[in-house]
């Protein structure tokens, strides 16, 4: 039986899916000696996801910049506390790598917050906005997409919580892993289905 895709998701239907987090392994990333070593193992291996985190703004004309960045394997999730490390060296040349596919979601907007923390050329990023278009779907959302292609809901709740705190909570953690383990997952699925054809797509009534 092929698989049911829509070209655009009911989000009505989201709250009653079943919950999906990472269940993998979460290091948080607070020194340059830290990060040099998180990216030698984050470059060895064969795809990661990866996304951004920015602490809130509720005052009209102040913005942050982008506080975290995290990138996940399979298995474990490096989150790179960017508020206080900055653009350093390792995260630079982790950005900049060709070599190991990177899976985002509206990762344009990613690249224009991290430049504001220091100039680099971007490597090898894939965005999965563009990759669905491909196969007719239409939503551009995380949480729409995962419960679109695996009929699982990701929770949003921390997202408006503050990324710049002194110490992340197990929520935020996990939070922010499970949104960049998701582009790795989704992405596969997407080239499974891609090279199969194993899917019908639906389009919805306008």
Not at 109 to 118: F, I, N, V
Not at 119 to 129: A, K
Not at 165 to 177: F, P
């Amino acid at each position: 039986m092929k698989k049911v895709i829509h070209n655009k998701f009911d989000k009505t239907l989201i709250p009653s899916l079943p919950r999906i987090t990472f269940d993998g392994r979460v290091v948080v990333v607070l020194s340059e000696m830290e990060a040099e070593r998180a990216v030698n193992y984050l470059l060895s291996q064969p795809i990661l996801g990866v996304d951004t985190e920015t602490r809130p703004s509720f005052t009209r004309g102040r913005l942050y910049k982008v506080a975290l960045l995290q990138v996940s394997t399979h298995e474990v999730c490096f989150l790179f506390r960017l508020n206080l490390l900055g653009l350093s060296p390792s995260v630079k040349r982790l950005l900049e790598d060709v070599t190991v596919p990177k899976i985002g979601l509206s990762w344009h907007d990613d690249t224009m917050a991290l430049r504001k923390l220091g100039d680099f050329e971007s490597g090898r990023f894939i965005d999965l906005q563009n990759q669905v278009k491909e196969i007719g779907v239409e939503d551009m959302s995380l949480q729409k997409l995962y419960a679109n292609f695996f009929g699982q809901r990701i929770s949003k709740r921390e997202r408006l919580t503050n990324w710049e705190a002194d110490i992340l909570n197990d929520k935020q953690k996990t939070y922010a892993a499970t949104d960049a383990w998701a582009c790795i997952m989704l992405y596969e699925e997407l080239m499974r289905l891609e090279q199969t054809g194993d899917y019908e797509l639906l389009k919805c009534e306008e």
